[in-house]
């Protein structure tokens, strides 16, 4: 079975502009959450996705949002790149949520310059 | 909130060295707890979990039993080996009413020499 797979792996932006990350979950599982990593911060969850609708949120500001398809992939957009919202972003999927173990992806590493 | 506090890394250790990853915890219910390992480049991966008080989770020689009484969930295995270099997880899935957080601890570094 494929694993969790994110596009794209590497991204540069700049101050201002804004980005989408994309998820693909293993095939079947039906809940996708999203985290960011950074040195400072750790690992922060950031929102999860059920069946196309957001379930649970971290505390992000709402230049953070997200949504999920029908086939369960589901994208991240990031609006008004601030430095610091330069991260590694991963995505974990799972049949039916946070309780359980979570499959995660290699991560979209974004850099705002 | 719920929070979850890690033992302070980095850890070096020798090839064949016993290891234990401190790891306590708040918050409210009965929480799920999990211990994910990091390698190089790549996203976290389940090492093991437990559900419920005193339940031991373990794999791959790595264990760790969920004690209610102290909050801890601590990862112990008996022989390091090199492979097992990587940054450790300790996080905890819980519920509040129809919300659910999954929280990280801020994780340890692992450097295991030969």
């Known amino acids: 079975k494929a694993g969790v797979t994110q596009t794209p792996r590497y991204l540069i932006k700049t101050r201002g502009q804004q980005v989408t990350l994309s998820c693909s979950p293993i095939?079947?599982?039906?809940?996708v959450s999203w985290y960011q990593q950074t040195p400072g911060q750790g690992l922060q969850f950031l929102f999860e996705y059920f069946s196309e609708t957001q379930r649970n949120k971290g505390n992000f500001p709402g230049r953070f949002s997200g949504r999920q398809f029908s086939n369960s992939r589901s994208e991240m957009n990031v609006s008004t790149l601030e430095l610091g919202d330069s991260a590694l972003y991963l995505c974990a999927s799972s049949r039916t949520g946070l309780g359980e173990t979570q499959y995660f992806g290699p991560g979209t590493r974004l850099l705002v310059l | 909130g719920d929070s979850v506090t890690q033992m302070e890394g980095p850890v070096t250790l020798s090839e064949e060295a016993f290891l234990t990853i401190n790891c306590t915890y708040t918050a409210t219910g009965y929480p799920s707890l999990f211990w994910y390992v990091q390698y190089p480049g790549e996203g976290l991966q389940l090492l093991l979990k437990?559900?419920?008080?005193?339940d031991k989770g373990s794999n791959k020689g790595f264990e760790a039993t969920y004690r209610k009484e102290t909050t801890s969930f601590h990862l112990e295995k008996g022989s390091v080996q090199v492979s097992d270099s990587a940054v450790y997880f300790c996080?905890?899935?819980?519920?509040?009413?129809?919300?659910?957080?999954?929280?990280f601890g801020s994780g340890t570094q692992l450097t295991v020499l030969p």
């Open positions: 095939s079947g599982h039906r809940s």
């Open positions: 437990a559900t419920k008080a005193d």
């Open positions: 996080a905890l899935s819980s519920s509040s009413g129809s919300a659910r957080q999954l929280t």
